[in-house]
């Protein structure tokens, strides 16, 4: 098993454990996820693909969606056509 290392950008300092790394952060005086947004993905716009809102932030990356019940259910929908071609996940 290949062993994952978090470096901070900011100072350079390394963690083995990904908790650790976000509280480390903090110590910079900036949350994780503008950290992520400025150093981790500085070009790529978190937008949801079916309303354009901002996508979740959950647990150190963005989700695929912004988290509204009807952009998640165009988002299983959408997913379950392409992977196993029927209309409906039921």
């Given at each position: 098993?290949?062993?994952k290392i978090y470096e901070c950008k900011i100072?350079?300092?390394?963690?083995?454990?990904f908790n650790d790394f976000p509280k480390h952060?903090?110590?910079?005086?900036i949350?994780?996820?503008?950290y992520f947004d400025t150093y981790i993905e500085p070009n790529i716009n978190?937008?949801?693909?079916?309303?354009?809102?901002?996508?979740i932030f959950y647990k150190?990356?963005?989700?695929k969606t912004c988290g509204s019940e009807e952009c998640?259910?165009?988002a299983i929908?959408?997913?379950t056509k392409e992977k196993y071609n029927v209309n409906n996940n039921f």
């Open positions: 098993m290949k062993l100072c350079g300092k390394i963690y083995k454990r952060i903090k110590s910079h005086n949350d994780y996820e503008n978190h937008k949801c693909p079916f309303c354009d809102n901002k996508c150190g990356n963005y989700r998640r259910i165009k929908n959408k997913t």
